[in-house]
């Protein structure tokens, strides 16, 4: 697994409450709610804020981007957010947390090795280090349930045209989200109680057994069967005249930036 490359996780892995296993990285958790909960929710947010973090938001985050556009070509090229992020105790501890948390077994950092190493009670399972740990932090994302944010690298970008129209865009989509205000219906929490009061067999109770992204997953059916009852009690009572109802669309994969 080298820098830049993207592992797409399949719906049955996605689902899966195992870790999925990356070549060369270890296992990767979908956390169950109670470990959320034993967490803290704050905490939880914080790590996927992390975990969303690129070069050039992480630079803007610090008030450092004027100081990186002095740099040369040849500096920024060997400059990565994994480097950064380990330049300080603080922040090296943090991603140390937050990949223990989401990684199968114990994380500790190896100084010598400037990587963290991933263990189990069979000794080492994998390591983390600047070549794969975007990847690794794109997998953890997917497990989440969480939309991809991270820009395109631009340094692999050769045309100065297309290179402009990119930093456009990714000015135009940095500006939309500063803008964009949170829905409150969609927090965990709310999410966690719709679920309970509405399904047929999960209640407040034993939701908590649930990973993150079965529980997202279950909303997500919900929502769509919600709206499948209401279209199939109306062909009932007036017909189809369109033929538009679906009959077998409460079944059908769910198309989601997630799968």
């Given at each position: 697994?080298?820098?830049?490359?993207?592992?797409?996780?399949?719906?049955?892995?996605?689902?899966?409450?195992?870790?999925?296993?990356?070549?060369?990285?270890?296992?990767?958790?979908?956390?169950?709610?109670?470990?959320?909960?034993?967490?803290?929710?704050?905490?939880?947010?914080?790590?996927?804020?992390?975990?969303?973090?690129?070069?050039?938001?992480?630079?803007?985050?610090?008030?450092?981007?004027?100081?990186?556009?002095?740099?040369?070509?040849?500096?920024?090229?060997?400059?990565t957010l994994f480097d950064l992020l380990l330049s300080?105790?603080?922040?090296?501890?943090?991603?140390?947390?937050?990949?223990?948390?989401?990684?199968?077994?114990?994380?500790?950092?190896?100084?010598?090795?400037?990587?963290?190493?991933?263990?189990?009670?069979?000794?080492?399972?994998?390591?983390?280090?600047?070549?794969?740990?975007?990847?690794?932090?794109?997998?953890?994302?997917?497990?989440?349930?969480?939309?991809?944010?991270?820009?395109?690298?631009?340094?692999?970008?050769?045309?100065?045209?297309?290179?402009?129209?990119?930093?456009?865009?990714?000015?135009?989509?940095?500006?939309?989200?500063?803008?964009?205000?949170?829905?409150?219906?969609?927090?965990?929490?709310?999410?966690?109680?719709?679920?309970?009061?509405?399904?047929?067999?999960?209640?407040?109770?034993?939701?908590?057994?649930?990973?993150?992204?079965?529980?997202?997953?279950?909303?997500?059916?919900?929502?769509?069967?919600?709206?499948?009852?209401?279209?199939?009690?109306?062909?009932?009572?007036?017909?189809?005249k369109n033929h538009s109802f679906d009959a077998s669309?409460?079944?059908?994969?769910?198309?989601?930036?997630?799968?």
């Amino acid at each position: 697994m080298k820098a830049g490359d993207l592992l797409k996780l399949n719906y049955f892995e996605l689902l899966s409450p195992d870790p999925v296993q990356v070549p060369s990285a270890g296992g990767i958790k979908s956390p169950t709610l109670r470990e959320i909960s034993s967490l803290g929710y704050r905490t939880y947010r914080h790590y996927l804020a992390v975990l969303s973090l690129d070069l050039a938001s992480y630079l803007s985050m610090t008030g450092t981007s004027g100081l990186y556009a002095l740099l040369s070509d040849e500096e920024k090229a060997k400059m990565t957010l994994f480097d950064l992020l380990l330049s300080s105790p603080p922040s090296c501890a943090l991603i140390q947390n937050m990949l223990d948390f989401f990684m199968e077994g114990t994380v500790t950092f190896s100084e010598s090795r400037h990587a963290f190493l991933v263990s189990g009670s069979n000794g080492q399972t994998g390591m983390i280090t600047r070549e794969n740990y975007l990847t690794v932090c794109d997998l953890i994302g997917q497990r989440n349930y969480l939309k991809p944010r991270r820009d395109e690298d631009l340094s692999k970008v050769k045309s100065k045209k297309a290179l402009e129209i990119m930093k456009k865009l990714q000015k135009g989509r940095s500006e939309k989200e500063k803008l964009a205000k949170t829905d409150k219906n969609m927090e965990l929490g709310n999410i966690i109680s719709a679920v309970a009061n509405r399904s047929q067999s999960l209640h407040i109770l034993n939701i908590w057994d649930l990973t993150v992204y079965q529980l997202w997953d279950c909303f997500a059916r919900l929502s769509g069967n919600n709206l499948y009852n209401i279209q199939s009690m109306s062909v009932a009572a007036w017909g189809d005249k369109n033929h538009s109802f679906d009959a077998s669309a409460w079944f059908k994969k769910i198309e989601t930036e997630n799968q």
